[in-house]
């Protein structure tokens, strides 16, 4: 079939949709920036189905009207509303009609169990939100309280499997149907009038579903079982606020989470307005002196770690923050960029470096996981097998997948600390890198776009990542220990080169990889140009940069930047990836991985290579390239809205002109010359336009005083006050401000179509609530 996406923009679970349909389905995207594109990419494209894996807008009358159109909506067949997931992770299950009662009974006792399944529905769209003929639903098991339980994790995870199950099964049963009213018209009608028939029937926007695929879901053939399903309205920000000295850990927790990671928490803890972000609860701030405790605004912060920040709870626990972003104000011309909470509070002048150094409580020295729920982010597990070999398991879950400089080197003391572990008599056979939810995403671009200068703090973040890698490509080695990357999770960019540098890649199959850097307009570092060409070729590893586009593990199996590919997620997944690391360690087999025979990696060359990378990445740090860099990085912490779907998506409109590029796929886009001569044309047309606007204004002041002499000539005077200067805006100083997610950050005029769960949040003045 020719399927047309409509996306808000291209996520997670869009990428994952058009990974399991392109290798059928001749797929195409389109970025819903306004009804008139959404429009003309279905006239460019003739679509035999429209499928919208991730819209926060309507869908035009226009489109949905003429071609069959399928919104993919995080919720079970009955649920409605534009916070699915946010009512779902605060609570409700069900039990309670009126939504008012419903915020009163999870905001005094909260005893509310929540739900103990969640589901995703595929529906036709019509004029009416999430109410349109079903084709087809599944359901999943949650724990809305497990630990990482945030909206993001439900969506990038259950939801995500959920919605490719459901749409391949809604493709399916279309395409049956389709068939099934072929024979209807071929049995009535012969020769053209037959064939007529088919066209109409396959180009049906009412094609219409059976009525039992709303009753039972397609893994499993069981109705919904989650509980009464209700319409809920949009979840506001003064409804997820919470009070510490009131609310249950519990409670607060699932606010925070609920919100994760857009648009976060708004709330007054800490005595000013701010987006909170993580939620973790501690179950061990018992062992904490009270006494030294500092209060802030009536919250009592009782501990810092890794620059997150732990409050205490009305029921005797700790809720960890791992973020904090401020609000948008009316002044402000963009977003600020989530960062980490002591440095945020740090830099608002909340609390003191002095206090956040007093607060901090450490964690054990052996790097085991804590024996009680805390913030966390790294930790070993060491493992026996049967044939004695002993393996470090380094889990790191970073937040988004992002790692800082800090982050960085408090990865390289773990794996310090794993070399310090393995002894001639008890060495360490192998090490496993875990990651977490996310794999990695290479360097944080909301700390470097929020510090004081980003271009050396990117610098430090890039030697401090490359020191990582170096331990994987060297000492490791160095010492006899075999490198393993378990990619479990979502990577991209510098996160994709840390894993191909070990000796062994294993990848779920669920997980979504992109290689490339230049969509964020970096050269890359991790060197990168030695593993990628190692695994893949010197063509091959080229043609991977420069595509930008997202792989599925099987693809990136097929060209060598992945060994296996095991099924599944979570703890299956954790199992068999153990065994099969159990498996290369057995005697009489080499680990060594196979790509390092096409490499040079003695120390001279990883010196060769690191330098390259380095000077590279410098000119997009420091050189007339770095705009590429400092834009993009700009775009993607403050979520700017795009201005047109890049042509690498939207097939349909590169085959209506194959000469239309990408900037990023031109051989300019790397061209400091380029860039150069760019500038000094805006430069040299910003000053001719700034100079014409002066002309103007003197012209327009001789003019006024030339009327101003006549007619006080002829005895009367009129003065004009209300005239002002034009003001010209110099290359770079303006910059688009609408986001991505507007539907989050300033009210809408109709509520938006899921499958997010999008929130109104008003542009603050002090700032203003939607009450």
């Given at each position: 079939?020719?399927?047309?996406?409509?996306?808000?923009?291209?996520?997670?679970?869009?990428?994952?949709?058009?990974?399991?349909?392109?290798?059928?389905?001749?797929?195409?995207?389109?970025?819903?920036?306004?009804?008139?594109?959404?429009?003309?990419?279905?006239?460019?494209?003739?679509?035999?189905?429209?499928?919208?894996?991730?819209?926060?807008?309507?869908?035009?009358?226009?489109?949905?009207?003429?071609?069959?159109?399928?919104?993919?909506?995080?919720?079970?067949?009955?649920?409605?509303g534009?916070?699915?997931?946010?009512?779902?992770?605060?609570?409700d299950d069900?039990?309670?009609?009126?939504?008012?009662?419903l915020?009163?009974?999870?905001?005094?006792?909260?005893?509310?169990?929540?739900?103990?399944?969640?589901?995703?529905?595929?529906?036709?769209?019509?004029?009416?939100l999430?109410?349109?003929?079903?084709?087809?639903?599944?359901?999943?098991?949650?724990?809305?309280?497990?630990?990482?339980?945030?909206?993001?994790?439900?969506?990038?995870?259950?939801?995500?499997?959920?919605?490719?199950?459901v749409?391949?099964?809604?493709?399916?049963?279309?395409?049956?149907?389709?068939?099934?009213?072929?024979?209807?018209?071929?049995?009535?009608?012969?020769?053209?009038?037959?064939?007529?028939?088919?066209?109409?029937?396959?180009?049906?926007p009412?094609?219409?579903?059976?009525?039992?695929?709303?009753?039972?879901?397609?893994?499993?053939?069981?109705?919904?079982?989650?509980?009464?399903?209700?319409?809920?309205?949009?979840?506001?920000a003064?409804?997820?606020?919470?009070?510490?000295?009131?609310?249950?850990?519990?409670?607060?927790?699932?606010?925070?989470?609920?919100?994760?990671?857009?648009?976060?928490?708004?709330?007054?803890?800490?005595?000013?307005?701010?987006?909170?972000?993580?939620?973790?609860?501690?179950?061990?701030?018992?062992?904490?002196?009270?006494?030294?405790?500092?209060?802030?605004?009536?919250?009592?912060v009782?501990?810092?770690?890794?620059?997150a920040?732990?409050?205490?709870?009305?029921?005797?626990?700790?809720?960890?923050?791992?973020?904090?972003?401020?609000p948008?104000?009316?002044?402000?011309?963009?977003?600020?960029?989530k960062?980490?909470?002591?440095?945020?509070?740090?830099?608002?002048?909340?609390?003191?470096?002095?206090?956040?150094?007093?607060?901090?409580?450490?964690?054990?020295?052996?790097?085991?996981?804590?024996?009680?729920?805390?913030?966390?982010e790294?930790?070993?597990?060491?493992?026996i097998?049967?044939?004695?070999?002993?393996?470090?398991?380094?889990?790191?879950?970073?937040?988004?997948?992002?790692?800082?400089?800090r982050?960085?080197?408090?990865?390289?003391?773990?794996?310090?600390?794993?070399?310090?572990?393995?002894?001639?008599?008890?060495?360490?056979?192998?090490?496993?890198?875990?990651?977490?939810?996310?794999?990695?995403?290479?360097?944080?671009?909301?700390?470097?776009?929020?510090?004081?200068?980003?271009?050396?703090?990117?610098?430090?973040?890039?030697?401090?990542?490359?020191?990582?890698?170096?331990?994987?490509?060297?000492?490791?080695?160095?010492?006899?220990?075999?490198?393993?990357?378990?990619?479990?999770?979502?990577?991209?960019?510098?996160?994709?080169?840390?894993?191909?540098?070990?000796?062994?890649?294993?990848?779920?199959?669920?997980?979504?990889?992109?290689?490339?850097?230049?969509?964020v307009?970096?050269?890359?570092?991790?060197?990168?140009?030695?593993?990628?060409?190692?695994?893949?070729?010197?063509?091959?590893?080229?043609?991977?940069?420069?595509?930008?586009?997202?792989?599925?593990?099987?693809?990136?199996?097929?060209?060598?930047?992945?060994?296996?590919?095991?099924?599944?997620?979570?703890?299956?997944?954790?199992?068999?990836?153990?065994?099969?690391?159990?498996m290369?360690?057995?005697?009489?087999?080499?680990?060594?991985?196979?790509?390092?025979?096409?490499?040079?990696?003695?120390?001279?060359?990883?010196?060769?290579?690191?330098?390259?990378?380095?000077?590279?990445?410098?000119?997009?740090?420091?050189?007339?390239?770095?705009?590429r860099?400092?834009?993009?990085r700009?775009d993607?912490?403050?979520?700017?809205?795009?201005?047109?779907?890049?042509?690498?998506?939207?097939?349909?409109?590169r085959?209506?002109?194959?000469?239309?590029?990408?900037?990023?796929?031109l051989?300019?886009?790397?061209?400091?010359?380029?860039?150069?001569?760019?500038?000094?044309?805006?430069?040299?047309?910003?000053?001719?336009?700034?100079?014409?606007?002066?002309?103007?204004?003197?012209?327009?002041?001789?003019?006024?005083h030339?009327?101003?002499?006549?007619?006080?000539?002829?005895?009367?005077?009129?003065?004009?006050?209300?005239?002002?200067?034009?003001?010209?805006?110099?290359?770079?100083?303006?910059?688009k401000t609408?986001?991505?997610?507007s539907?989050?950050?300033?009210?809408?005029?109709?509520?938006?179509?899921?499958?997010?769960s999008?929130?109104?949040?008003?542009?603050?003045?002090?700032p203003e609530?939607?009450l």
């Amino acid at each position: 079939m020719k399927i047309l996406f409509l996306c808000t923009a291209h996520n997670s679970l869009s990428q994952r949709l058009y990974l399991a349909l392109s290798t059928s389905h001749d797929v195409t995207i389109e970025y819903a920036l306004s009804d008139e594109l959404m429009i003309s990419a279905v006239v460019l494209s003739r679509p035999d189905l429209v499928i919208c894996p991730f819209l926060t807008t309507f869908v035009p009358k226009e489109i949905y009207d003429h071609v069959l159109t399928l919104i993919i909506h995080p919720g079970p067949p009955g649920d409605a509303g534009p916070s699915a997931l946010d009512w779902l992770l605060m609570g409700d299950d069900g039990s309670i009609d009126d939504e008012t009662q419903l915020l009163q009974q999870l905001s005094t006792d909260g005893a509310l169990a929540g739900r103990s399944h969640w589901g995703v529905t595929a529906l036709r769209a019509t004029q009416q939100l999430d109410a349109g003929p079903v084709w087809a639903f599944d359901h999943f098991s949650i724990n809305i309280d497990q630990p990482g339980m945030t909206k993001s994790e439900v969506y990038r995870g259950p939801v995500t499997v959920a919605a490719i199950a459901v749409t391949l099964s809604a493709i399916v049963r279309i395409q049956d149907a389709v068939i099934d009213n072929h024979r209807v018209a071929e049995a009535s009608k012969a020769g053209a009038k037959a064939n007529r028939a088919r066209t109409h029937v396959a180009c049906s926007p009412f094609l219409t579903p059976q009525p039992g695929y709303a009753g039972f879901a397609v893994s499993d053939g069981l109705p919904f079982q989650g509980g009464k399903l209700r319409h809920r309205p949009l979840l506001k920000a003064t409804d997820r606020d919470f009070d510490p000295c009131r609310h249950t850990a519990q409670q607060i927790s699932r606010r925070i989470r609920c919100g994760d990671s857009q648009p976060g928490v708004m709330t007054q803890v800490f005595g000013r307005y701010l987006y909170v972000y993580g939620g973790i609860i501690d179950d061990g701030v018992g062992e904490l002196q009270y006494a030294g405790a500092v209060t802030i605004a009536g919250t009592k912060v009782l501990a810092t770690r890794n620059e997150a920040i732990c409050i205490a709870t009305s029921d005797g626990k700790g809720i960890w923050i791992t973020n904090t972003r401020r609000p948008k104000m009316r002044r402000d011309t963009a977003l600020w960029p989530k960062v980490p909470a002591t440095f945020g509070l740090v830099e608002l002048g909340i609390l003191t470096a002095d206090q956040v150094q007093q607060l901090h409580w450490a964690l054990p020295a052996d790097w085991s996981l804590s024996s009680h729920r805390t913030f966390q982010e790294v930790w070993v597990d060491f493992n026996i097998d049967d044939n004695r070999n002993r393996t470090a398991y380094l889990h790191f879950e970073f937040y988004n997948g992002a790692m800082s400089t800090r982050r960085c080197l408090h990865l390289i003391d773990a794996m310090d600390y794993i070399l310090s572990r393995s002894t001639v008599d008890h060495p360490i056979r192998a090490i496993v890198l875990m990651g977490g939810s996310y794999f990695s995403n290479g360097i944080a671009l909301n700390v470097i776009e929020a510090a004081a200068d980003p271009s050396t703090e990117s610098f430090h973040n890039i030697c401090a990542i490359d020191d990582v890698v170096h331990h994987l490509l060297h000492v490791f080695p160095s010492h006899g220990i075999a490198t393993v990357a378990a990619i479990r999770g979502n990577a991209a960019a510098g996160g994709v080169a840390l894993a191909t540098a070990c000796d062994v890649v294993i990848a779920g199959s669920e997980v979504v990889l992109n290689p490339a850097y230049r969509c964020v307009g970096l050269h890359g570092s991790e060197y990168h140009t030695l593993s990628y060409s190692g695994r893949c070729g010197e063509k091959e590893s080229k043609a991977v940069l420069r595509a930008m586009t997202p792989m599925s593990p099987l693809q990136a199996q097929a060209i060598g930047l992945v060994d296996y590919v095991f099924p599944g997620s979570g703890k299956d997944l954790e199992d068999r990836i153990r065994y099969h690391v159990a498996m290369l360690l057995r005697p009489g087999i080499s680990i060594r991985g196979y790509w390092k025979a096409n490499v040079d990696l003695l120390p001279s060359a990883l010196a060769r290579a690191r330098t390259m990378e380095l000077c590279e990445m410098s000119k997009d740090f420091w050189s007339a390239r770095s705009i590429r860099y400092h834009t993009r990085r700009y775009d993607f912490v403050r979520k700017v809205k795009s201005s047109q779907t890049p042509f690498r998506f939207a097939t349909h409109r590169r085959q209506a002109d194959s000469k239309v590029f990408d900037e990023e796929e031109l051989d300019s886009f790397d061209d400091i010359n380029y860039y150069k001569q760019s500038a000094q044309q805006q430069n040299e047309a910003a000053l001719h336009d700034q100079v014409g606007v002066e002309l103007n204004s003197l012209i327009d002041k001789w003019s006024e005083h030339e009327t101003m002499s006549r007619s006080h000539r002829l005895g009367s005077v009129t003065l004009h006050t209300d005239k002002e200067m034009a003001h010209v805006a110099m290359p770079g100083t303006e910059r688009k401000t609408e986001t991505v997610f507007s539907c989050y950050y300033k009210p809408v005029d109709a509520p938006p179509t899921p499958p997010v769960s999008p929130h109104t949040e008003p542009e603050e003045l002090t700032p203003e609530i939607s009450l």
